[in-house]
């Protein structure tokens, strides 16, 4: 019987390999959504501090060492790392865009032995001039859209998800379906698919307790 020393994923020439690396910045959030878990381990916690900005840095140069070690044992064609942003919320975090110009400054030296692709994943509740500032640091955006947020967040993840699109970054949106603004969710996705923005609707997960998750006959037709 043959034995092998590891196994490798079959080369898929529509989707590269990629070494993933996900990096949650903060556990901070500027939500509170209902469906969300707080606490350390769960989706946010609000009353954990965010990190330090050179714990940031530090923590940059360890991933890129790693990264760095890991793609010597690859061969060329599949030497490509995704570093991807998430929280809690990314872009919450107070030096975000420091964070992401040292990612584009510490990446210079190894630019020539292996390519990186920054993403984030942000529910893009964020002041417009500092988003215009990050944009060019991120090659990727996944965003979601929360509908227990208020009507002005709202109206600025709209006017957010046209600044990234209208830049030509690739942005794709993942919308939870809430029962309880389930309209509001339909609405937006189709002002997403008007606009362009490829889009997810995704039915919310739910543990025995979660009765409040509980879709409707005419929701559960709709999501069919």
């Known amino acids: 019987m043959i034995e092998f020393n ?6 898929d020439p529509a989707n590269k390999i990629t070494f993933l690396i996900d990096w949650e910045l903060t556990k901070k959030c500027n939500l509170d959504c209902t469906y969300c878990p707080s606490g350390l381990d769960q989706g946010h916690d609000n009353s954990y501090p965010h990190p330090d900005l ?5 923590a940059i140069d360890f991933m890129f060492e790693y990264a760095n070690l890991y793609m010597q044992t690859k061969p060329k064609a599949v030497k490509y790392v995704v570093l991807n942003l998430y929280g809690g ?17 510490k990446y210079k030296k190894y630019k020539d032995k292996w390519t990186l692709t920054v993403t984030t994943t942000t529910n893009l509740i964020i002041k417009q001039t500092k988003l215009e500032k990050i944009v060019p640091f991120i090659d990727e955006f996944t965003i979601s859209y929360h509908t227990e947020s208020t009507p002005v967040q709202q109206q600025w993840f709209r006017d957010n998800a046209l600044v990234v699109k209208n830049s030509g970054t690739r942005v794709k949106c993942v919308l939870p379906l809430y029962n309880k603004h389930f309209n509001n969710s339909v609405d937006t996705l189709g002002w997403l698919e008007s606009q362009g923005i490829r889009t997810l609707a995704k039915q919310l997960d739910r543990g025995a307790d979660d009765t409040h998750l509980d879709y409707s006959p005419e929701q559960i037709k709709w999501i069919n």
């Open 6 to 11: 590891s196994l490798e994923p079959a080369i």
């Open 54 to 58: 050179d714990k940031c840095l530090e």
């Open 89 to 105: 919320e990314a872009l919450h975090h107070p030096n975000v865009l420091e964070v992401l110009q040292a990612v584009h400054e």
